[in-house]
Nanobody
Framework: EVQLVESGGGLVQPGGSLRLACAAS????????MKWARQAPGKGLEWMSG???????DYADSVKGRFTISRDNAKNTVYLQMDSLKPEDTAVYYC?????????RGQGTQVTVSS
């Protein structure tokens, strides 16, 4: 059974940093395209970043230069380092992947950026 468990969210002031983690089980992240998405209140799910099996990564324009995706294959965990956070980054952040046409995502972790 595929499981994705996010952690690391919380309340942070504008300009601050957080590091999210996504612990995966039932799959090998090393061979998957793993991604982070977020959903702000009253809005749809928005793709943020992804990392390929060859470690290439890509980012949405809104977070490019501020967020960094990485992974630890030994721990089967994907990370999202978020720096220079803005109030508009407030959302529930999800780790997700697609396997054989089926989408999987975790329960999400809340990130709130506020002074």
């Amino acid at each position: 059974e595929v499981q994705l468990v996010e952690s690391g969210g919380g309340l942070v002031q504008p300009g601050g940093s957080l590091r999210l983690a996504c612990a995966a089980s039932g799959l090998k992240i090393s061979i998957r395209y793993m991604k982070w998405a977020r959903q702000a209140p009253g809005k749809g799910l928005e793709w943020m970043s992804g990392i390929y099996s060859d470690s290439r990564s890509d980012y949405a324009d809104s977070v490019k230069g501020r967020f960094t995706i990485s992974r630890d294959n030994a721990k089967n965990t994907v990370y999202l380092q978020m720096d220079s956070l803005k109030p508009e980054d407030t959302a529930v952040y999800y780790c997700a992947t697609t396997i054989s046409g089926s989408d999987y995502r975790g329960q999400g972790t809340q990130v709130t950026v506020s002074s």
